[in-house]
């Protein structure tokens, strides 16, 4: 008699006791998390949504109910990796009570791991509010796309006084009881003084090789996403190039009539 083999799925304590740096990319749909969910030890249903399947300008157009969708599919097409859910632009910052409401909805309709949200010693209150009431949270320091107005654009920060405070914030998301901090476009000698100071793992997007753990925007890495790429996304891959080939490929053969053939279709009569 056959057992059936279930795959243990990692968690926030599963990941912050890993030996190895943790390896995340984000997700948005179930077909691309089954192809990351055998490689990747947390997959990030990121706002990035918006920007990169949306086509939004920036993140804070970003609704909790888009990142429910997402992450319900992320979660459906992944078996072993954690799966955190970001909470977006004004679901969070009004008060420790607002950003509860919105998290318990998305742990409870999606059954993510955990949520992650931006800021760092002005959200310590919301954090330590939401991890008391028993939801995992990863924080987000350094550059803050939802505040990308407030920073003046996509930049890397942690130069002069912005140093002294990126440090307290990691300080007070790692106080707060966040179990991770993701540090986004910082300064590397900064992003790495913060990895040796924190006891909780750091999850570097242009940061530092020293973090403990990396993440990336798949469509990034991929070259799926070709309208902007950060200086600090390697691009393991260039398939949108290979989509472009392919769909021209298709486009001819479909105008020359070799498309559909007789392999793809049924009951053609055979040529005499």
């Given at each position: 008699m056959s057992r059936h083999q279930t795959v243990k799925r990692h968690t926030p304590r599963?990941?912050?006791?890993?030996?190895?740096?943790?390896?995340?990319?984000?997700?948005?749909?179930?077909?691309?998390?089954?192809?990351l969910d055998a490689h990747c030890d947390?997959?990030?249903?990121?706002?990035?949504?918006?920007?990169?399947?949306?086509g939004m300008e920036s993140t804070l157009a970003v609704t909790p109910e888009m990142m429910i969708a997402h992450g319900q599919a992320v979660?459906?097409?992944?078996?072993?990796a954690?799966?955190?859910?970001?909470m977006p632009f004004g679901s969070y910052q009004e008060s420790p009570q607002q950003?509860?409401?919105?998290?318990?909805?998305?742990?409870?309709?999606?059954?993510?791991?955990?949520?992650?949200?931006?800021?760092?010693?002005?959200?310590?209150e919301t954090i330590q509010f939401l991890v008391q009431r028993g939801i995992p949270v990863v924080g987000h320091i350094g550059l803050k796309p939802q505040a990308?107005?407030?920073h003046g654009g996509f930049r890397t920060v942690g130069r002069g006084d912005e140093a002294e405070q990126i440090l307290a914030d990691a300080r007070a998301v790692q106080n707060a009881g966040a179990w991770a901090v993701v540090i986004e476009s910082t300064m590397e000698p900064l992003s790495r003084k913060i990895s040796e100071i924190l006891h909780?793992?750091?999850?570097?997007?242009?940061?530092?090789?020293?973090?403990?753990?990396?993440?990336?925007v798949t469509e990034d890495m991929l070259g799926l996403f070709p309208d902007f790429t950060p200086r600090f996304v390697r691009k393991f891959a260039d398939l949108g190039k290979e989509v472009e080939q392919a769909a021209a490929a298709y486009a001819q053969a479909v105008r020359?009539?070799?498309?559909?053939?007789?392999?793809e279709c049924v009951g053609m009569p055979e040529k005499k």
């Open positions: 599963s990941l912050a006791a890993l030996d190895a740096p943790i390896v995340s990319l984000t997700a948005y749909t179930a077909p691309m998390a089954r192809l947390l997959l990030l249903v990121g706002d990035s949504v918006g920007m990169v399947v949306y979660v459906r097409g992944s078996q072993r954690c799966v955190a859910v970001d950003a509860f409401r919105v998290a318990a909805q998305i742990m409870a309709q999606t059954g993510a791991g955990c949520v992650k949200l931006e800021g760092g010693q002005e959200m310590a990308v107005h407030a909780i793992p750091t999850i570097g997007i242009g940061a530092s090789p020293a973090c403990g753990g990396q993440v990336l020359n009539r070799s498309f559909p053939g007789p392999a």
